[in-house]
């Protein structure tokens, strides 16, 4: 057989013979014309490759389209294939008015496996060693930690999330003289958390009406938005967390406890699906 070249970069490796690209091994689904422009990126890895230049490379010159929206069109897929981000990223930097440039430094071999090469060069610096993440320095969730997951189904869990919370606040105030006479008999100062949860509900209806709004209309930078405001997500939810236990009486205190420590969690849950939208 003839020798081919196959390029590789993380744990992609694109094979132009025939057409594939894949994941550690898996083949990946990409229509014709974005792994043609994955492999122009590639090939001049670490320069800007101008809009003007993957036109022409895309399109004939008598092709009429909407060149803007079919290659922003192309990028986005290209990036969600790759689970990069715009905001973030690892693979594909957007340079406004200019182009685009491929980012990671890509290795050539052939298809019998010999190295024919490097095209651009390494992100990281030669004395900056590379970061081990095999021995995690944080409790919390890290991006580099979180697989690739569709992007429909974290926007579908995140939005569920929030209609949830946004449905507590709701029937709370809603029945506020039923949860008035419940904290009357389960504490001996139902007013203090009565105006607790007034204020504490009154607080969460817009943050979850903006986050509903923004994974919905899909609003840029938003994981530094959210990042903001995960420490108040964190105590407002933290709060609301102890509400199945005003339902022991019917459920019973361990239900509640049950119920309670599945909410404490959910918090975190939301910073994880973030960072996964951002992935």
């Not at 025939?18 to 090939?43: A, D, W, Y």
């Not at 290209?78 to 594909?92: C, H, K, N, Q, T």
């Not at 995690?136 to 949830?164: A, C, K, N």
Request: hydrophobic share 45%; no cysteine; net charge positive.
């Amino acid at each position: 057989m003839p020798q081919q070249k196959i390029f590789r970069f993380g744990v992609f490796e694109v094979d132009p013979g025939s057409g594939e690209l894949r994941k550690s091994g898996i083949r990946l689904r990409l229509q014709e014309q974005p792994f043609q422009t994955l492999l122009l990126l590639m090939e001049r890895s670490g320069e800007v490759v101008s809009r003007e230049e993957l036109r022409q490379k895309l399109w004939p010159a008598d092709t009429f389209v909407d060149f803007d929206h079919s290659l922003n069109t192309i990028i986005n897929k290209l990036r969600e294939v790759l689970g990069d981000s715009a905001s973030s990223p690892r693979f594909i930097e957007t340079l406004a008015k200019r182009g685009y440039r491929f980012l990671p430094a890509v290795e050539v071999v052939t298809n019998h496996g010999e190295k024919a090469g490097m095209v651009g060069a390494t992100t990281t610096a030669p004395d900056q060693p590379l970061k081990d993440y095999s021995s995690p320095t944080s409790v919390l969730t890290r991006p580099e930690d979180l697989p690739q997951v569709p992007q429909g189904y974290v926007r579908v869990l995140f939005l569920l999330i929030q209609v949830m919370f946004l449905s507590f606040y709701i029937v709370a105030l809603a029945r506020l003289s039923v949860v008035e006479e419940i904290l009357a008999r389960v504490t001996a100062h139902p007013s203090y958390l009565t105006a607790a949860l007034i204020v504490t509900a009154t607080i969460g209806i817009p943050i979850r009406f903006y986050l509903l709004s923004a994974v919905s209309f899909d609003i840029r930078g938003l994981k530094g938005k959210f990042s903001k405001l995960f420490p108040a997500v964190l105590v407002l939810d933290g709060l609301w967390a102890f509400s199945p236990f005003l339902l022991s009486p019917e459920i019973g205190p361990g239900l509640a406890l049950g119920i309670t420590a599945a909410l404490l969690y959910l918090p975190f849950a939301q910073r994880t699906l973030m960072l996964m939208r951002e992935h």
